[in-house]
Nanobody, 124 residues
Framework: QLQFVESGGGLVQPGGSLRLSCAASGSILGYYTIGWFRQGPGKEHEGVSCISITDGDTYYRKAVQGRFTISSDSAKNTVYLQMNSLQPEGTTIYYC?????????????????WGPGTQVTVSA
């Protein structure tokens, strides 16, 4: 059964960095993308970044452009999200998820196989 697990969250000071990992167990056939989302209390999932594993195309939410970098390591079945210059508004739970599509999307509706999430806290 295909599963995803996020890791790398934690407490970081404003201006600091974290690298989140999304590790997949099981094989995936065909086109697919991996997306990173975040969800604050009482809010819906918000698309942060995604990568098309097939084409390498990427997407970044405007608020994180220039600070976050998404990458993938096929040999390790892992997608990373390098987050730099983190600010307190970035405090929330981050999730990764799979979409069986060639092109990635910032909208959560098409994504399946969500990980349990990892908490990121940005605070002095």
């Amino acid at each position: 059964q295909l599963q995803f697990v996020e890791s790398g969250g934690g407490l970081v000071q404003p201006g600091g960095s974290l690298r989140l990992s999304c590790a997949a167990s099981g094989s995936i056939l065909g086109y697919y993308t991996i997306g990173w989302f975040r969800q604050g209390p009482g809010k819906e999932h918000e698309g942060v970044s995604c990568i098309s594993i097939t084409d390498g195309d990427t997407y970044y939410r405007k608020a994180v452009q220039g600070r976050f970098t998404i990458s993938s390591d096929s040999a390790k079945n892992t997608v990373y999200l390098q987050m730099n210059s983190l600010q307190p508004e970035g405090t929330t739970i981050y999730y990764c998820a799979l979409e069986l599509s060639r092109h990635c999307s910032a909208y959560p509706s098409g994504y399946t196989h969500w990980g349990p999430g990892t908490q990121v806290t940005v605070s002095a």
